[in-house]
């Protein structure tokens, strides 16, 4: 007999972190984890097993089908915005080949255990690509199925391997003679900037709002590579895992679309500022805008419409902004840096 685990790329990565830690502290799930980077120690411990290794490498994958019986996977490993457009080639790779495999992972899971493979995909706001920043400025809460331009790779591979769930899902192989279903059950979130208090991000563009804060909370000046009139919506991590979580857990048929927006604020950067000012006064924040990872940021939008996810799965954020700053980030970076 296999064993039945939750598969969970990237997991040393920021999302990885925290889901691990809630099915560790909430659920009876075994977690087989794999990142291309050694294992954090105090995360190996939460898993039944931490894989160091590519998902690039499909002799590995091959050998989990052989392993394992697979019963969701949590594709979290990508190469964020920022780090992506240094190499745009390796990561498209990365975020659409590594997606590829996974998704043919998937396929013949389902294929062994004769039910739908559950698939949760972290797509992202940089799947959006706003052409300026009148219309930024003026486009409000933008849904779904607006301004799907990205001008970022990790945006166009984002959008694309959203494209690719719904093949896989709904029309694989559509023209085999035995074409049945592939068993896949994609489902994926377009996350707005995520900022948590026990981790901080590397790569991305919207990490200027968690660097900010984790800076002031260890005492280091912090120059902020956008304007502060900068706005992107964000969230925290808890409410990114309570996303995922539920959406994995809601039933097929109430789910209209494959992909949805959540999110919770939008402070604009000066805001972010003054917040953070607020419970660290001695905190040195400016502003020195980088021009190029402002037009990432710039094209993207400076609120997303959630309101499928609320209408169809029950989606809501535990924690508007003013509860995520002093319930959560605050207390909790404190702790950390103390
Ligand atoms: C990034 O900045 O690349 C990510 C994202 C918005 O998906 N945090």
Redesign the pocket.
């Known amino acids: 007999m296999r064993k039945e685990v939750v598969l969970i790329t990237g997991a040393n990565g920021e999302i990885g972190h925290g889901l691990i830690s809630y099915f560790f502290d909430n659920e009876n799930t075994n977690v087989l984890a794999l990142d291309v980077m050694p294992p954090d120690k105090e995360l190996e411990k939460m898993c039944d097993r931490f894989i160091q290794g590519d998902i690039l490498d499909n002799m590995l994958l091959g050998r989990l089908v052989a392993e394992y019986e697979i019963r969701a996977i949590y594709h979290l490993a990508s190469i964020?915005?920022?780090k992506a457009e240094y190499n745009p080639e390796t990561a498209h790779k990365v975020n659409v080949e590594g997606t590829l495999n996974l998704l043919r992972l998937a396929v013949e899971q389902a294929g062994w255990q004769g039910k739908p493979v559950k698939f949760l995909y972290p797509s992202?706001?940089?799947a959006y690509g706003l052409p300026d920043l009148e219309i930024k400025n003026k486009s409000g809460k933008i849904n779904e199925d607006e301004w799907c331009h990205p001008t970022t790779m990790?945006g166009c591979n984002k959008l694309y391997c959203e494209h690719l769930g719904r093949y896989y899902t709904k029309f694989y192989r559509r023209l085999a003679v035995d074409s049945t279903q592939s068993g896949i059950d994609f489902r994926a979130l377009r996350?707005p900037?995520?900022i948590s208090a026990s981790t901080t991000?590397t790569g991305?563009?919207?990490?200027y709002g968690p660097e900010m804060l984790h800076h002031a909370a260890m005492g280091i000046p912090y120059h902020c590579f956008v304007r502060a009139d900068t706005k992107l919506p964000f969230m925290v991590m808890p409410d990114a895992i309570k996303s995922l979580l539920l959406l994995e857990q809601a039933p097929r048929e109430n789910l209209k679309q494959l992909v949805y927006n959540v999110t919770s604020f939008n402070p604009s950067a000066g805001k972010f500022r003054d917040i953070v000012l607020e419970a660290f006064p001695k905190a040195e924040i400016d502003f020195v805008p980088d021009l190029s990872r402002q037009g990432i940021v710039d094209s993207w939008p400076a609120d997303i419409d959630d309101a499928a996810a609320r209408k169809d799965w029950g989606w809501e954020p535990d924690y508007d902004q003013q509860r995520a700053f002093t319930e959560y980030l605050i207390p909790a970076v404190k702790a950390k840096y103390s």
Do not use: E
């Open positions: 964020l915005s920022t992202s706001i940089a990790y996350f900037g995520l991000p991305g563009t919207s990490d």
